[in-house]
């Protein structure tokens, strides 16, 4: 059984997940968004197979480096923000110097594509394209859990204003790719608590489960 711990990391507390195999030897990182030591602590003594990136906007990156230097783990992200981590000005962490510093890191190790199977930790993870958000966001099914970014929230979705953002984009994949699972689907978001694919269907006020 995979085990799920969740931190709200940096200034606007961004989801961080660190999945832990039974013996809790080995560790996966979903969205390191702050080089914060609560996440080094957490990982003591583990083997961190990867870091897993839902998107590269500044607040779940920020960590990056701090993983890679303390663990030697690869970072994954999809390939249309393979150059983000680099650039300041793609993952926003330039637009708002009073939240952040400018965050510029080496580029992923490993690409992520829609349809990818990821072996890790002792469990595999299915890798959904879902952008609208951002051009390359991602999800990480793993059995009935879905780590899904900044895409479907509790009662709410991404925002669709930032530079790349496409909000027909975003409804087109909440609904042809997340809406389509299973309603038990317990779906661990970017921001804030965890919900499930039956709720947002029946209560989500932004992406309606079928039109009309
Ligand atoms: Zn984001
Ligand atoms: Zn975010």
């Known amino acids: 059984m995979l085990k799920i711990s969740r931190y709200e990391l940096g200034p606007i507390a961004a989801n961080c997940y660190v999945l832990t195999d039974e013996e809790g030897k080995r560790a996966v990182v979903i969205d390191p968004g702050a080089p914060e030591g609560v996440l080094t602590s957490a990982l003591d003594g583990l ?8 998107h590269a906007h500044f607040d779940h990156i920020g960590g ?28 926003g962490s330039a637009r708002w110097p009073d939240v952040t510093p400018p965050i510029s890191v080496d580029p992923p190790e490993r690409e992520l594509n829609d349809g990818d199977t990821l072996e890790l930790i002792g469990e595999t993870f299915r890798v959904l394209h879902i952008p609208g958000h951002s051009p390359g966001s991602v999800g990480f099914l793993c059995g009935n859990v879905l780590f899904g ?10 925002r669709t204003d930032l530079p790349f953002g496409d ?17 038990d689907v317990v779906v661990f978001p970017g921001h804030g608590p965890a919900t499930t694919i039956g709720e947002e269907k029946r209560e989500n006020p932004f992406v309606r489960a079928a039109r009309g």
């Not at 083997?47 to 839902?54: H, Q, S």
């Not at 970014?149 to 991404?158: A, K, T």
């Not at 909000?167 to 309603?183: F, G, H, M, Q």
């Open 64 to 91: 990056v480096d701090l993983m890679r230097k303390t663990f030697g783990c690869p970072v994954w992200l999809h390939p249309s923000e393979k150059d983000w981590l680099t650039d300041p000005r793609l993952n």
């Open 167 to 183: 909000a027909a984009t975003l409804e087109r994949s909440i609904r042809d790719k997340l809406y389509v699972l299973p309603d």
């Open 47 to 54: 083997t961190v197979e990867a870091v897993l990136l839902t």
């Open 149 to 158: 970014g900044d895409v479907l929230f509790r009662c709410s979705v991404g």
